[in-house]
């Protein structure tokens, strides 16, 4: 999010203003009042005495609610303003504010406060692609309340406005005449309603508390959430920070579907507050060791909505776990697929690899027991549907224009290119999908063999993970290069570009030990490791853009995955490096890591560089310091009692982290680093 | 439970029969045209079957804005999730399980035309 914005949030519904607390929407600036895809306000501009109030400062309380202080001057230095304005701001099935100034002068002043109003109804995707509307807008006003409204057959969605003091109410806002006496305030308090398509039902379920300013409720939510965290004892103060920060923006995120009980991690502010199979699993498999219960409802909801049926519009096939679902009107008239989308070739193997995890760390085997249909559903798709062409590896190709031209974690149109920069030809199947395979079919041989009872189905599935193991080794692998091609094109190919997949090769375990040492040497080379991540691409390939989204960029999540997979395979120093330098970063990101930053090498710049239109907070950056946690302190699960093996770089010094919840109840773990004698 | 012999319900003539994807489901859905109870859908695993009781016990209501809605979501032929977005039909109750019986009867539903079962819509 832009420097110049301030957002609060609550589950998918999020307000976007700039730092006066106004919405002024324009095709450049994307505030708003925001729910189910939709912007429910557009315009909210406050001037006082026909002057717009200057900024002294915003106070972010938590996530949900925002103070803004402001003068209202007239922007000379020499004239003290008599005028201060206050308006606190907080989100809750649209919002509260109330607006109070305050009078220092000698003297009463009369003035005319107003309130421009107004909404759009864009589809979050016509905000994005600046898209026209097709149905009509109304507003009318009764009784004092303003209603803005869009109709379109029967999608109708309604913003309902009504002040605590009688004004002048128009269409496009509010009027108040007012008299302040001197050294006085005065006050007006706003009821901002978001009607979605549920709004009838939450009438009657879920009645509008009078006044959420006033609520503590989700203030003791997440002092909850955060206490029933693992508590965080560290030298490095600014981890203490980190920590804390990551916690909190995942509670932020906490999305609830309605359909499983509990919240799962929405994608990211502003434009991804949505259901996301693969950024909920990976986030899921990130804060595992600290909030599991995100895990399990995030895999009780994916079951729910697994795929049933063929459907080309949707990329849906039969046992897929979905990509992406939205609620806006280009998706209710199918000008857009998200109802919900299937076009993610990784997140069907993720969920059957989260399902294994979250068993392993927590013990619940119920659930394992719960989801078994949904499981052999899963690991059906992988070969009836997954493997497109029977050669023995997942690829993907959208079936039709409206789909994701890429279905992996890399999904912008460029992201899967030759070194020379020419985009590889679909069918594509990039290299991690085969890594998830081998790691989800060999997880679920477990489950089978342990849980299922089902000893015929765990051979089967060790043994084709092999196999797959054994080909992959050798038909991906790039001898003259010394890695692994990013993937396999349409037409069998290696797609030879050094990047950053070839890290969650080490994640899954597929890799041979001679091949990812070598892996390992790239990893760690100048080319991919920027000093503060591991880039998307290396700078030495044709496609290479440090501020290409997937071409270049570091993603902190990423990076925390290719940590995690070098301690898997033993790497453990290199990895405690990796570690190091995403703290380092969120640390000068005050403590909230962006979804991306720029791939300039460290030795240009003492900070990293900012992605332009990165979303943050973002649920698997906010994930990112967790798994750096984990992955420093190498904690795992054998089922029942929690490994510890920490390695910690020296700068970190010692690390406590205490109640760690799992099949063990709580436990506490240590680490410090080691000097170099004691190596 | 099952009204094998068919029964009118909003006017139209219902039976059961199999739906292969509502394989491990069980539970009542409550049926609602314009507000009012018109059938109760009970589901057990593959076999379902719509009946005329709506006073029983529901896990979920499906509420659905007119009898068209009712019947294009019955027969599979209408995505839940679009029917919700433009308000056409909602669920209340226990949403995961209305959820289920949805998106199970998009893959084969006994009250889809030509379902083999008779003239139930």
């Known amino acids: 999010m832009s420097l110049d914005t301030v957002s609060i949030l609550d589950g998918s519904t999020f307000v976007v203003s700039d730092r006066r607390g106004d919405l002024d929407a324009t095709p450049t600036e994307n505030h708003g009042l925001f729910l189910e895809d939709t912007r429910f306000l557009s315009r909210w501009v406050l001037t006082v005495g026909g002057i717009r109030p200057k900024t002294l400062s915003v106070d972010e309380q938590a996530y949900f609610k925002v103070q803004f202080f402001e003068a209202v001057t007239t922007g000379t230095v020499y004239v003290d303003s008599h005028l201060s304005v206050m308006r606190r701001r907080c989100v809750s099935g649209g919002f509260e504010e109330t607006i109070e100034i305050e009078n220092h002068g000698k003297e009463p002043v009369d003035l005319d406060v107003k309130l421009d109003v107004g909404s759009d109804f864009a589809d979050l995707f016509e905000v994005k692609d600046k898209l026209a509307k097709v149905g009509q807008l109304y507003s009318n006003v009764d009784d004092g309340t303003l209603t803005l409204g869009y109709r379109r057959d029967s999608f109708v969605r309604e913003t309902v406005i009504r002040s605590s003091r009688k004004g002048e109410v128009k269409e496009d806002g509010f009027l108040f005449k007012v008299n302040i006496p001197a050294q006085s305030s005065w006050s007006v308090s706003f009821d901002v309603v978001a009607r979605g398509r549920r709004a009838d039902i939450e009438d009657l379920e879920k009645p509008r508390v009078s006044s959420a300013l006033q609520d503590t409720s989700r203030e003791r939510n997440l002092q909850e959430w955060v206490a029933g965290a693992p508590r965080l004892i560290a030298t490095w103060d600014p981890l203490i920070k980190i920590y804390r920060r990551s916690l909190v923006d995942l509670a932020a995120l906490r999305f609830e579907t309605g359909i499983a009980p509990g919240a799962l991690p929405a994608a990211g502010l502003p434009w991804f507050m949505a259901v996301f199979g693969r950024d909920s699993l990976l986030t899921s498999f990130q804060s595992l060791a600290f909030v599991p219960e995100l895990t399990a409802a995030t895999l009780r909801a994916l079951a729910i909505l697994q795929a049933r049926k063929e459907d080309p519009f949707r990329d849906s096939e039969p046992g897929k776990i979905l990509h992406e679902v939205r609620l806006g009107e280009m998706t209710a008239f199918e000008a857009r697929p998200q109802s919900p989308y299937y076009g993610a070739a990784d997140a069907t193997m993720l969920w059957l690899i989260m399902l294994e995890e979250y068993e392993r760390w927590t013990g619940d085997t119920d659930i394992v027991h719960e989801l078994e249909r949904e499981a052999r559903a899963a690991l059906a798709w992988i070969d009836n549907y997954g493997d497109r062409d029977k050669d023995g590896y997942v690829e993907y190709e959208r079936r039709q224009d409206t789909g994701l031209d890429n279905q992996c974690w890399k999904d912008s149109w460029d992201s899967i290119a030759f070194a020379d920069g020419t985009l590889a030809p679909t069918p594509r199947a990039t290299c991690e999908l085969q890594g998830y395979v081998y790691d989800a079919k060999h997880r679920c041989a477990r489950l089978a063999r342990e849980v299922w009872d089902d000893p015929a189905l765990a051979d089967k599935l060790d043994k084709e993970a092999e196999d797959l193991k054994r080909r992959f080794n050798k038909d991906f692998w790039i001898p003259e290069r010394g890695f692994f091609a990013l993937a396999l094109d349409g037409q069998k190919r290696k797609v030879d570009s050094l990047t950053s997949n070839i890290g969650h090769l080490l994640w899954s375990g597929i890799a041979d030990e001679e091949k990812a040492a070598s892996c390992v040497k790239h990893l760690m080379s100048d080319e991919l490791f920027s000093g503060w991540g591991i880039r998307t691409m290396a700078s030495s390939e044709g496609s290479y853009n440090p501020i290409g989204y997937h071409v270049g960029t570091v993603w902190p999540h990423d990076s925390s995955f290719v940590a995690w997979g070098l301690r898997r395979y033993g790497y453990k120093a290199e990895a405690a490096r990796i570690c190091r330098a995403i703290l380092e970063a969120a640390d000068l990101f005050d403590g909230r890591l962006p979804e991306a930053f720029g791939g300039y090498p460290r030795t240009k710049t003492s900070y990293p560089v900012e992605y332009p239109t990165a979303c943050s907070p973002q649920a698997w950056a906010t994930g990112a310091p967790l798994l750096v946690l984990r992955t420093l302190l190498g904690l795992d699960s054998d089922g029942k009692h929690m490994i510890i093996d920490p390695a910690i770089p020296e700068p970190l010094g010692r690390i406590e982290l205490l109640n760690i919840p799992g099949a063990w109840g709580r436990m506490d773990a240590f680490g410090r680093a080691l000097a170099a004698h004691e190596d | ?121």
Not at chain 2, 36 to 54: H, N, Q, R, S
């Open chain 2, 1 to 121: 439970m099952a009204n094998e012999s068919g029964e009118q319900i909003a006017g139209q003539k219902w039976h059961g029969g199999n739906a292969p994807g509502l394989a491990g489901v069980y539970g009542r859905l409550r049926v609602t045209v314009g507000g009012k109870p018109v059938a109760t859908m009970v589901v057990e695993g593959t076999y379902v079957a719509l009946i005329p009781d709506v006073s029983g016990p529901a896990d979920a209501t499906v509420m659905c804005a007119d009898e068209d809605v009712m019947r294009k979501l019955l027969a599979g032929e209408l995505n839940p999730f679009i029917a919700s977005m433009r308000r056409l039909a909602r669920i209340a109750g226990d949403r995961g399980f209305g959820t289920r019986v949805m998106l199970g009867l998009q893959v084969g539903s006994p009250f889809a035309p030509g379902a083999g079962i008779g003239d139930t819509i």
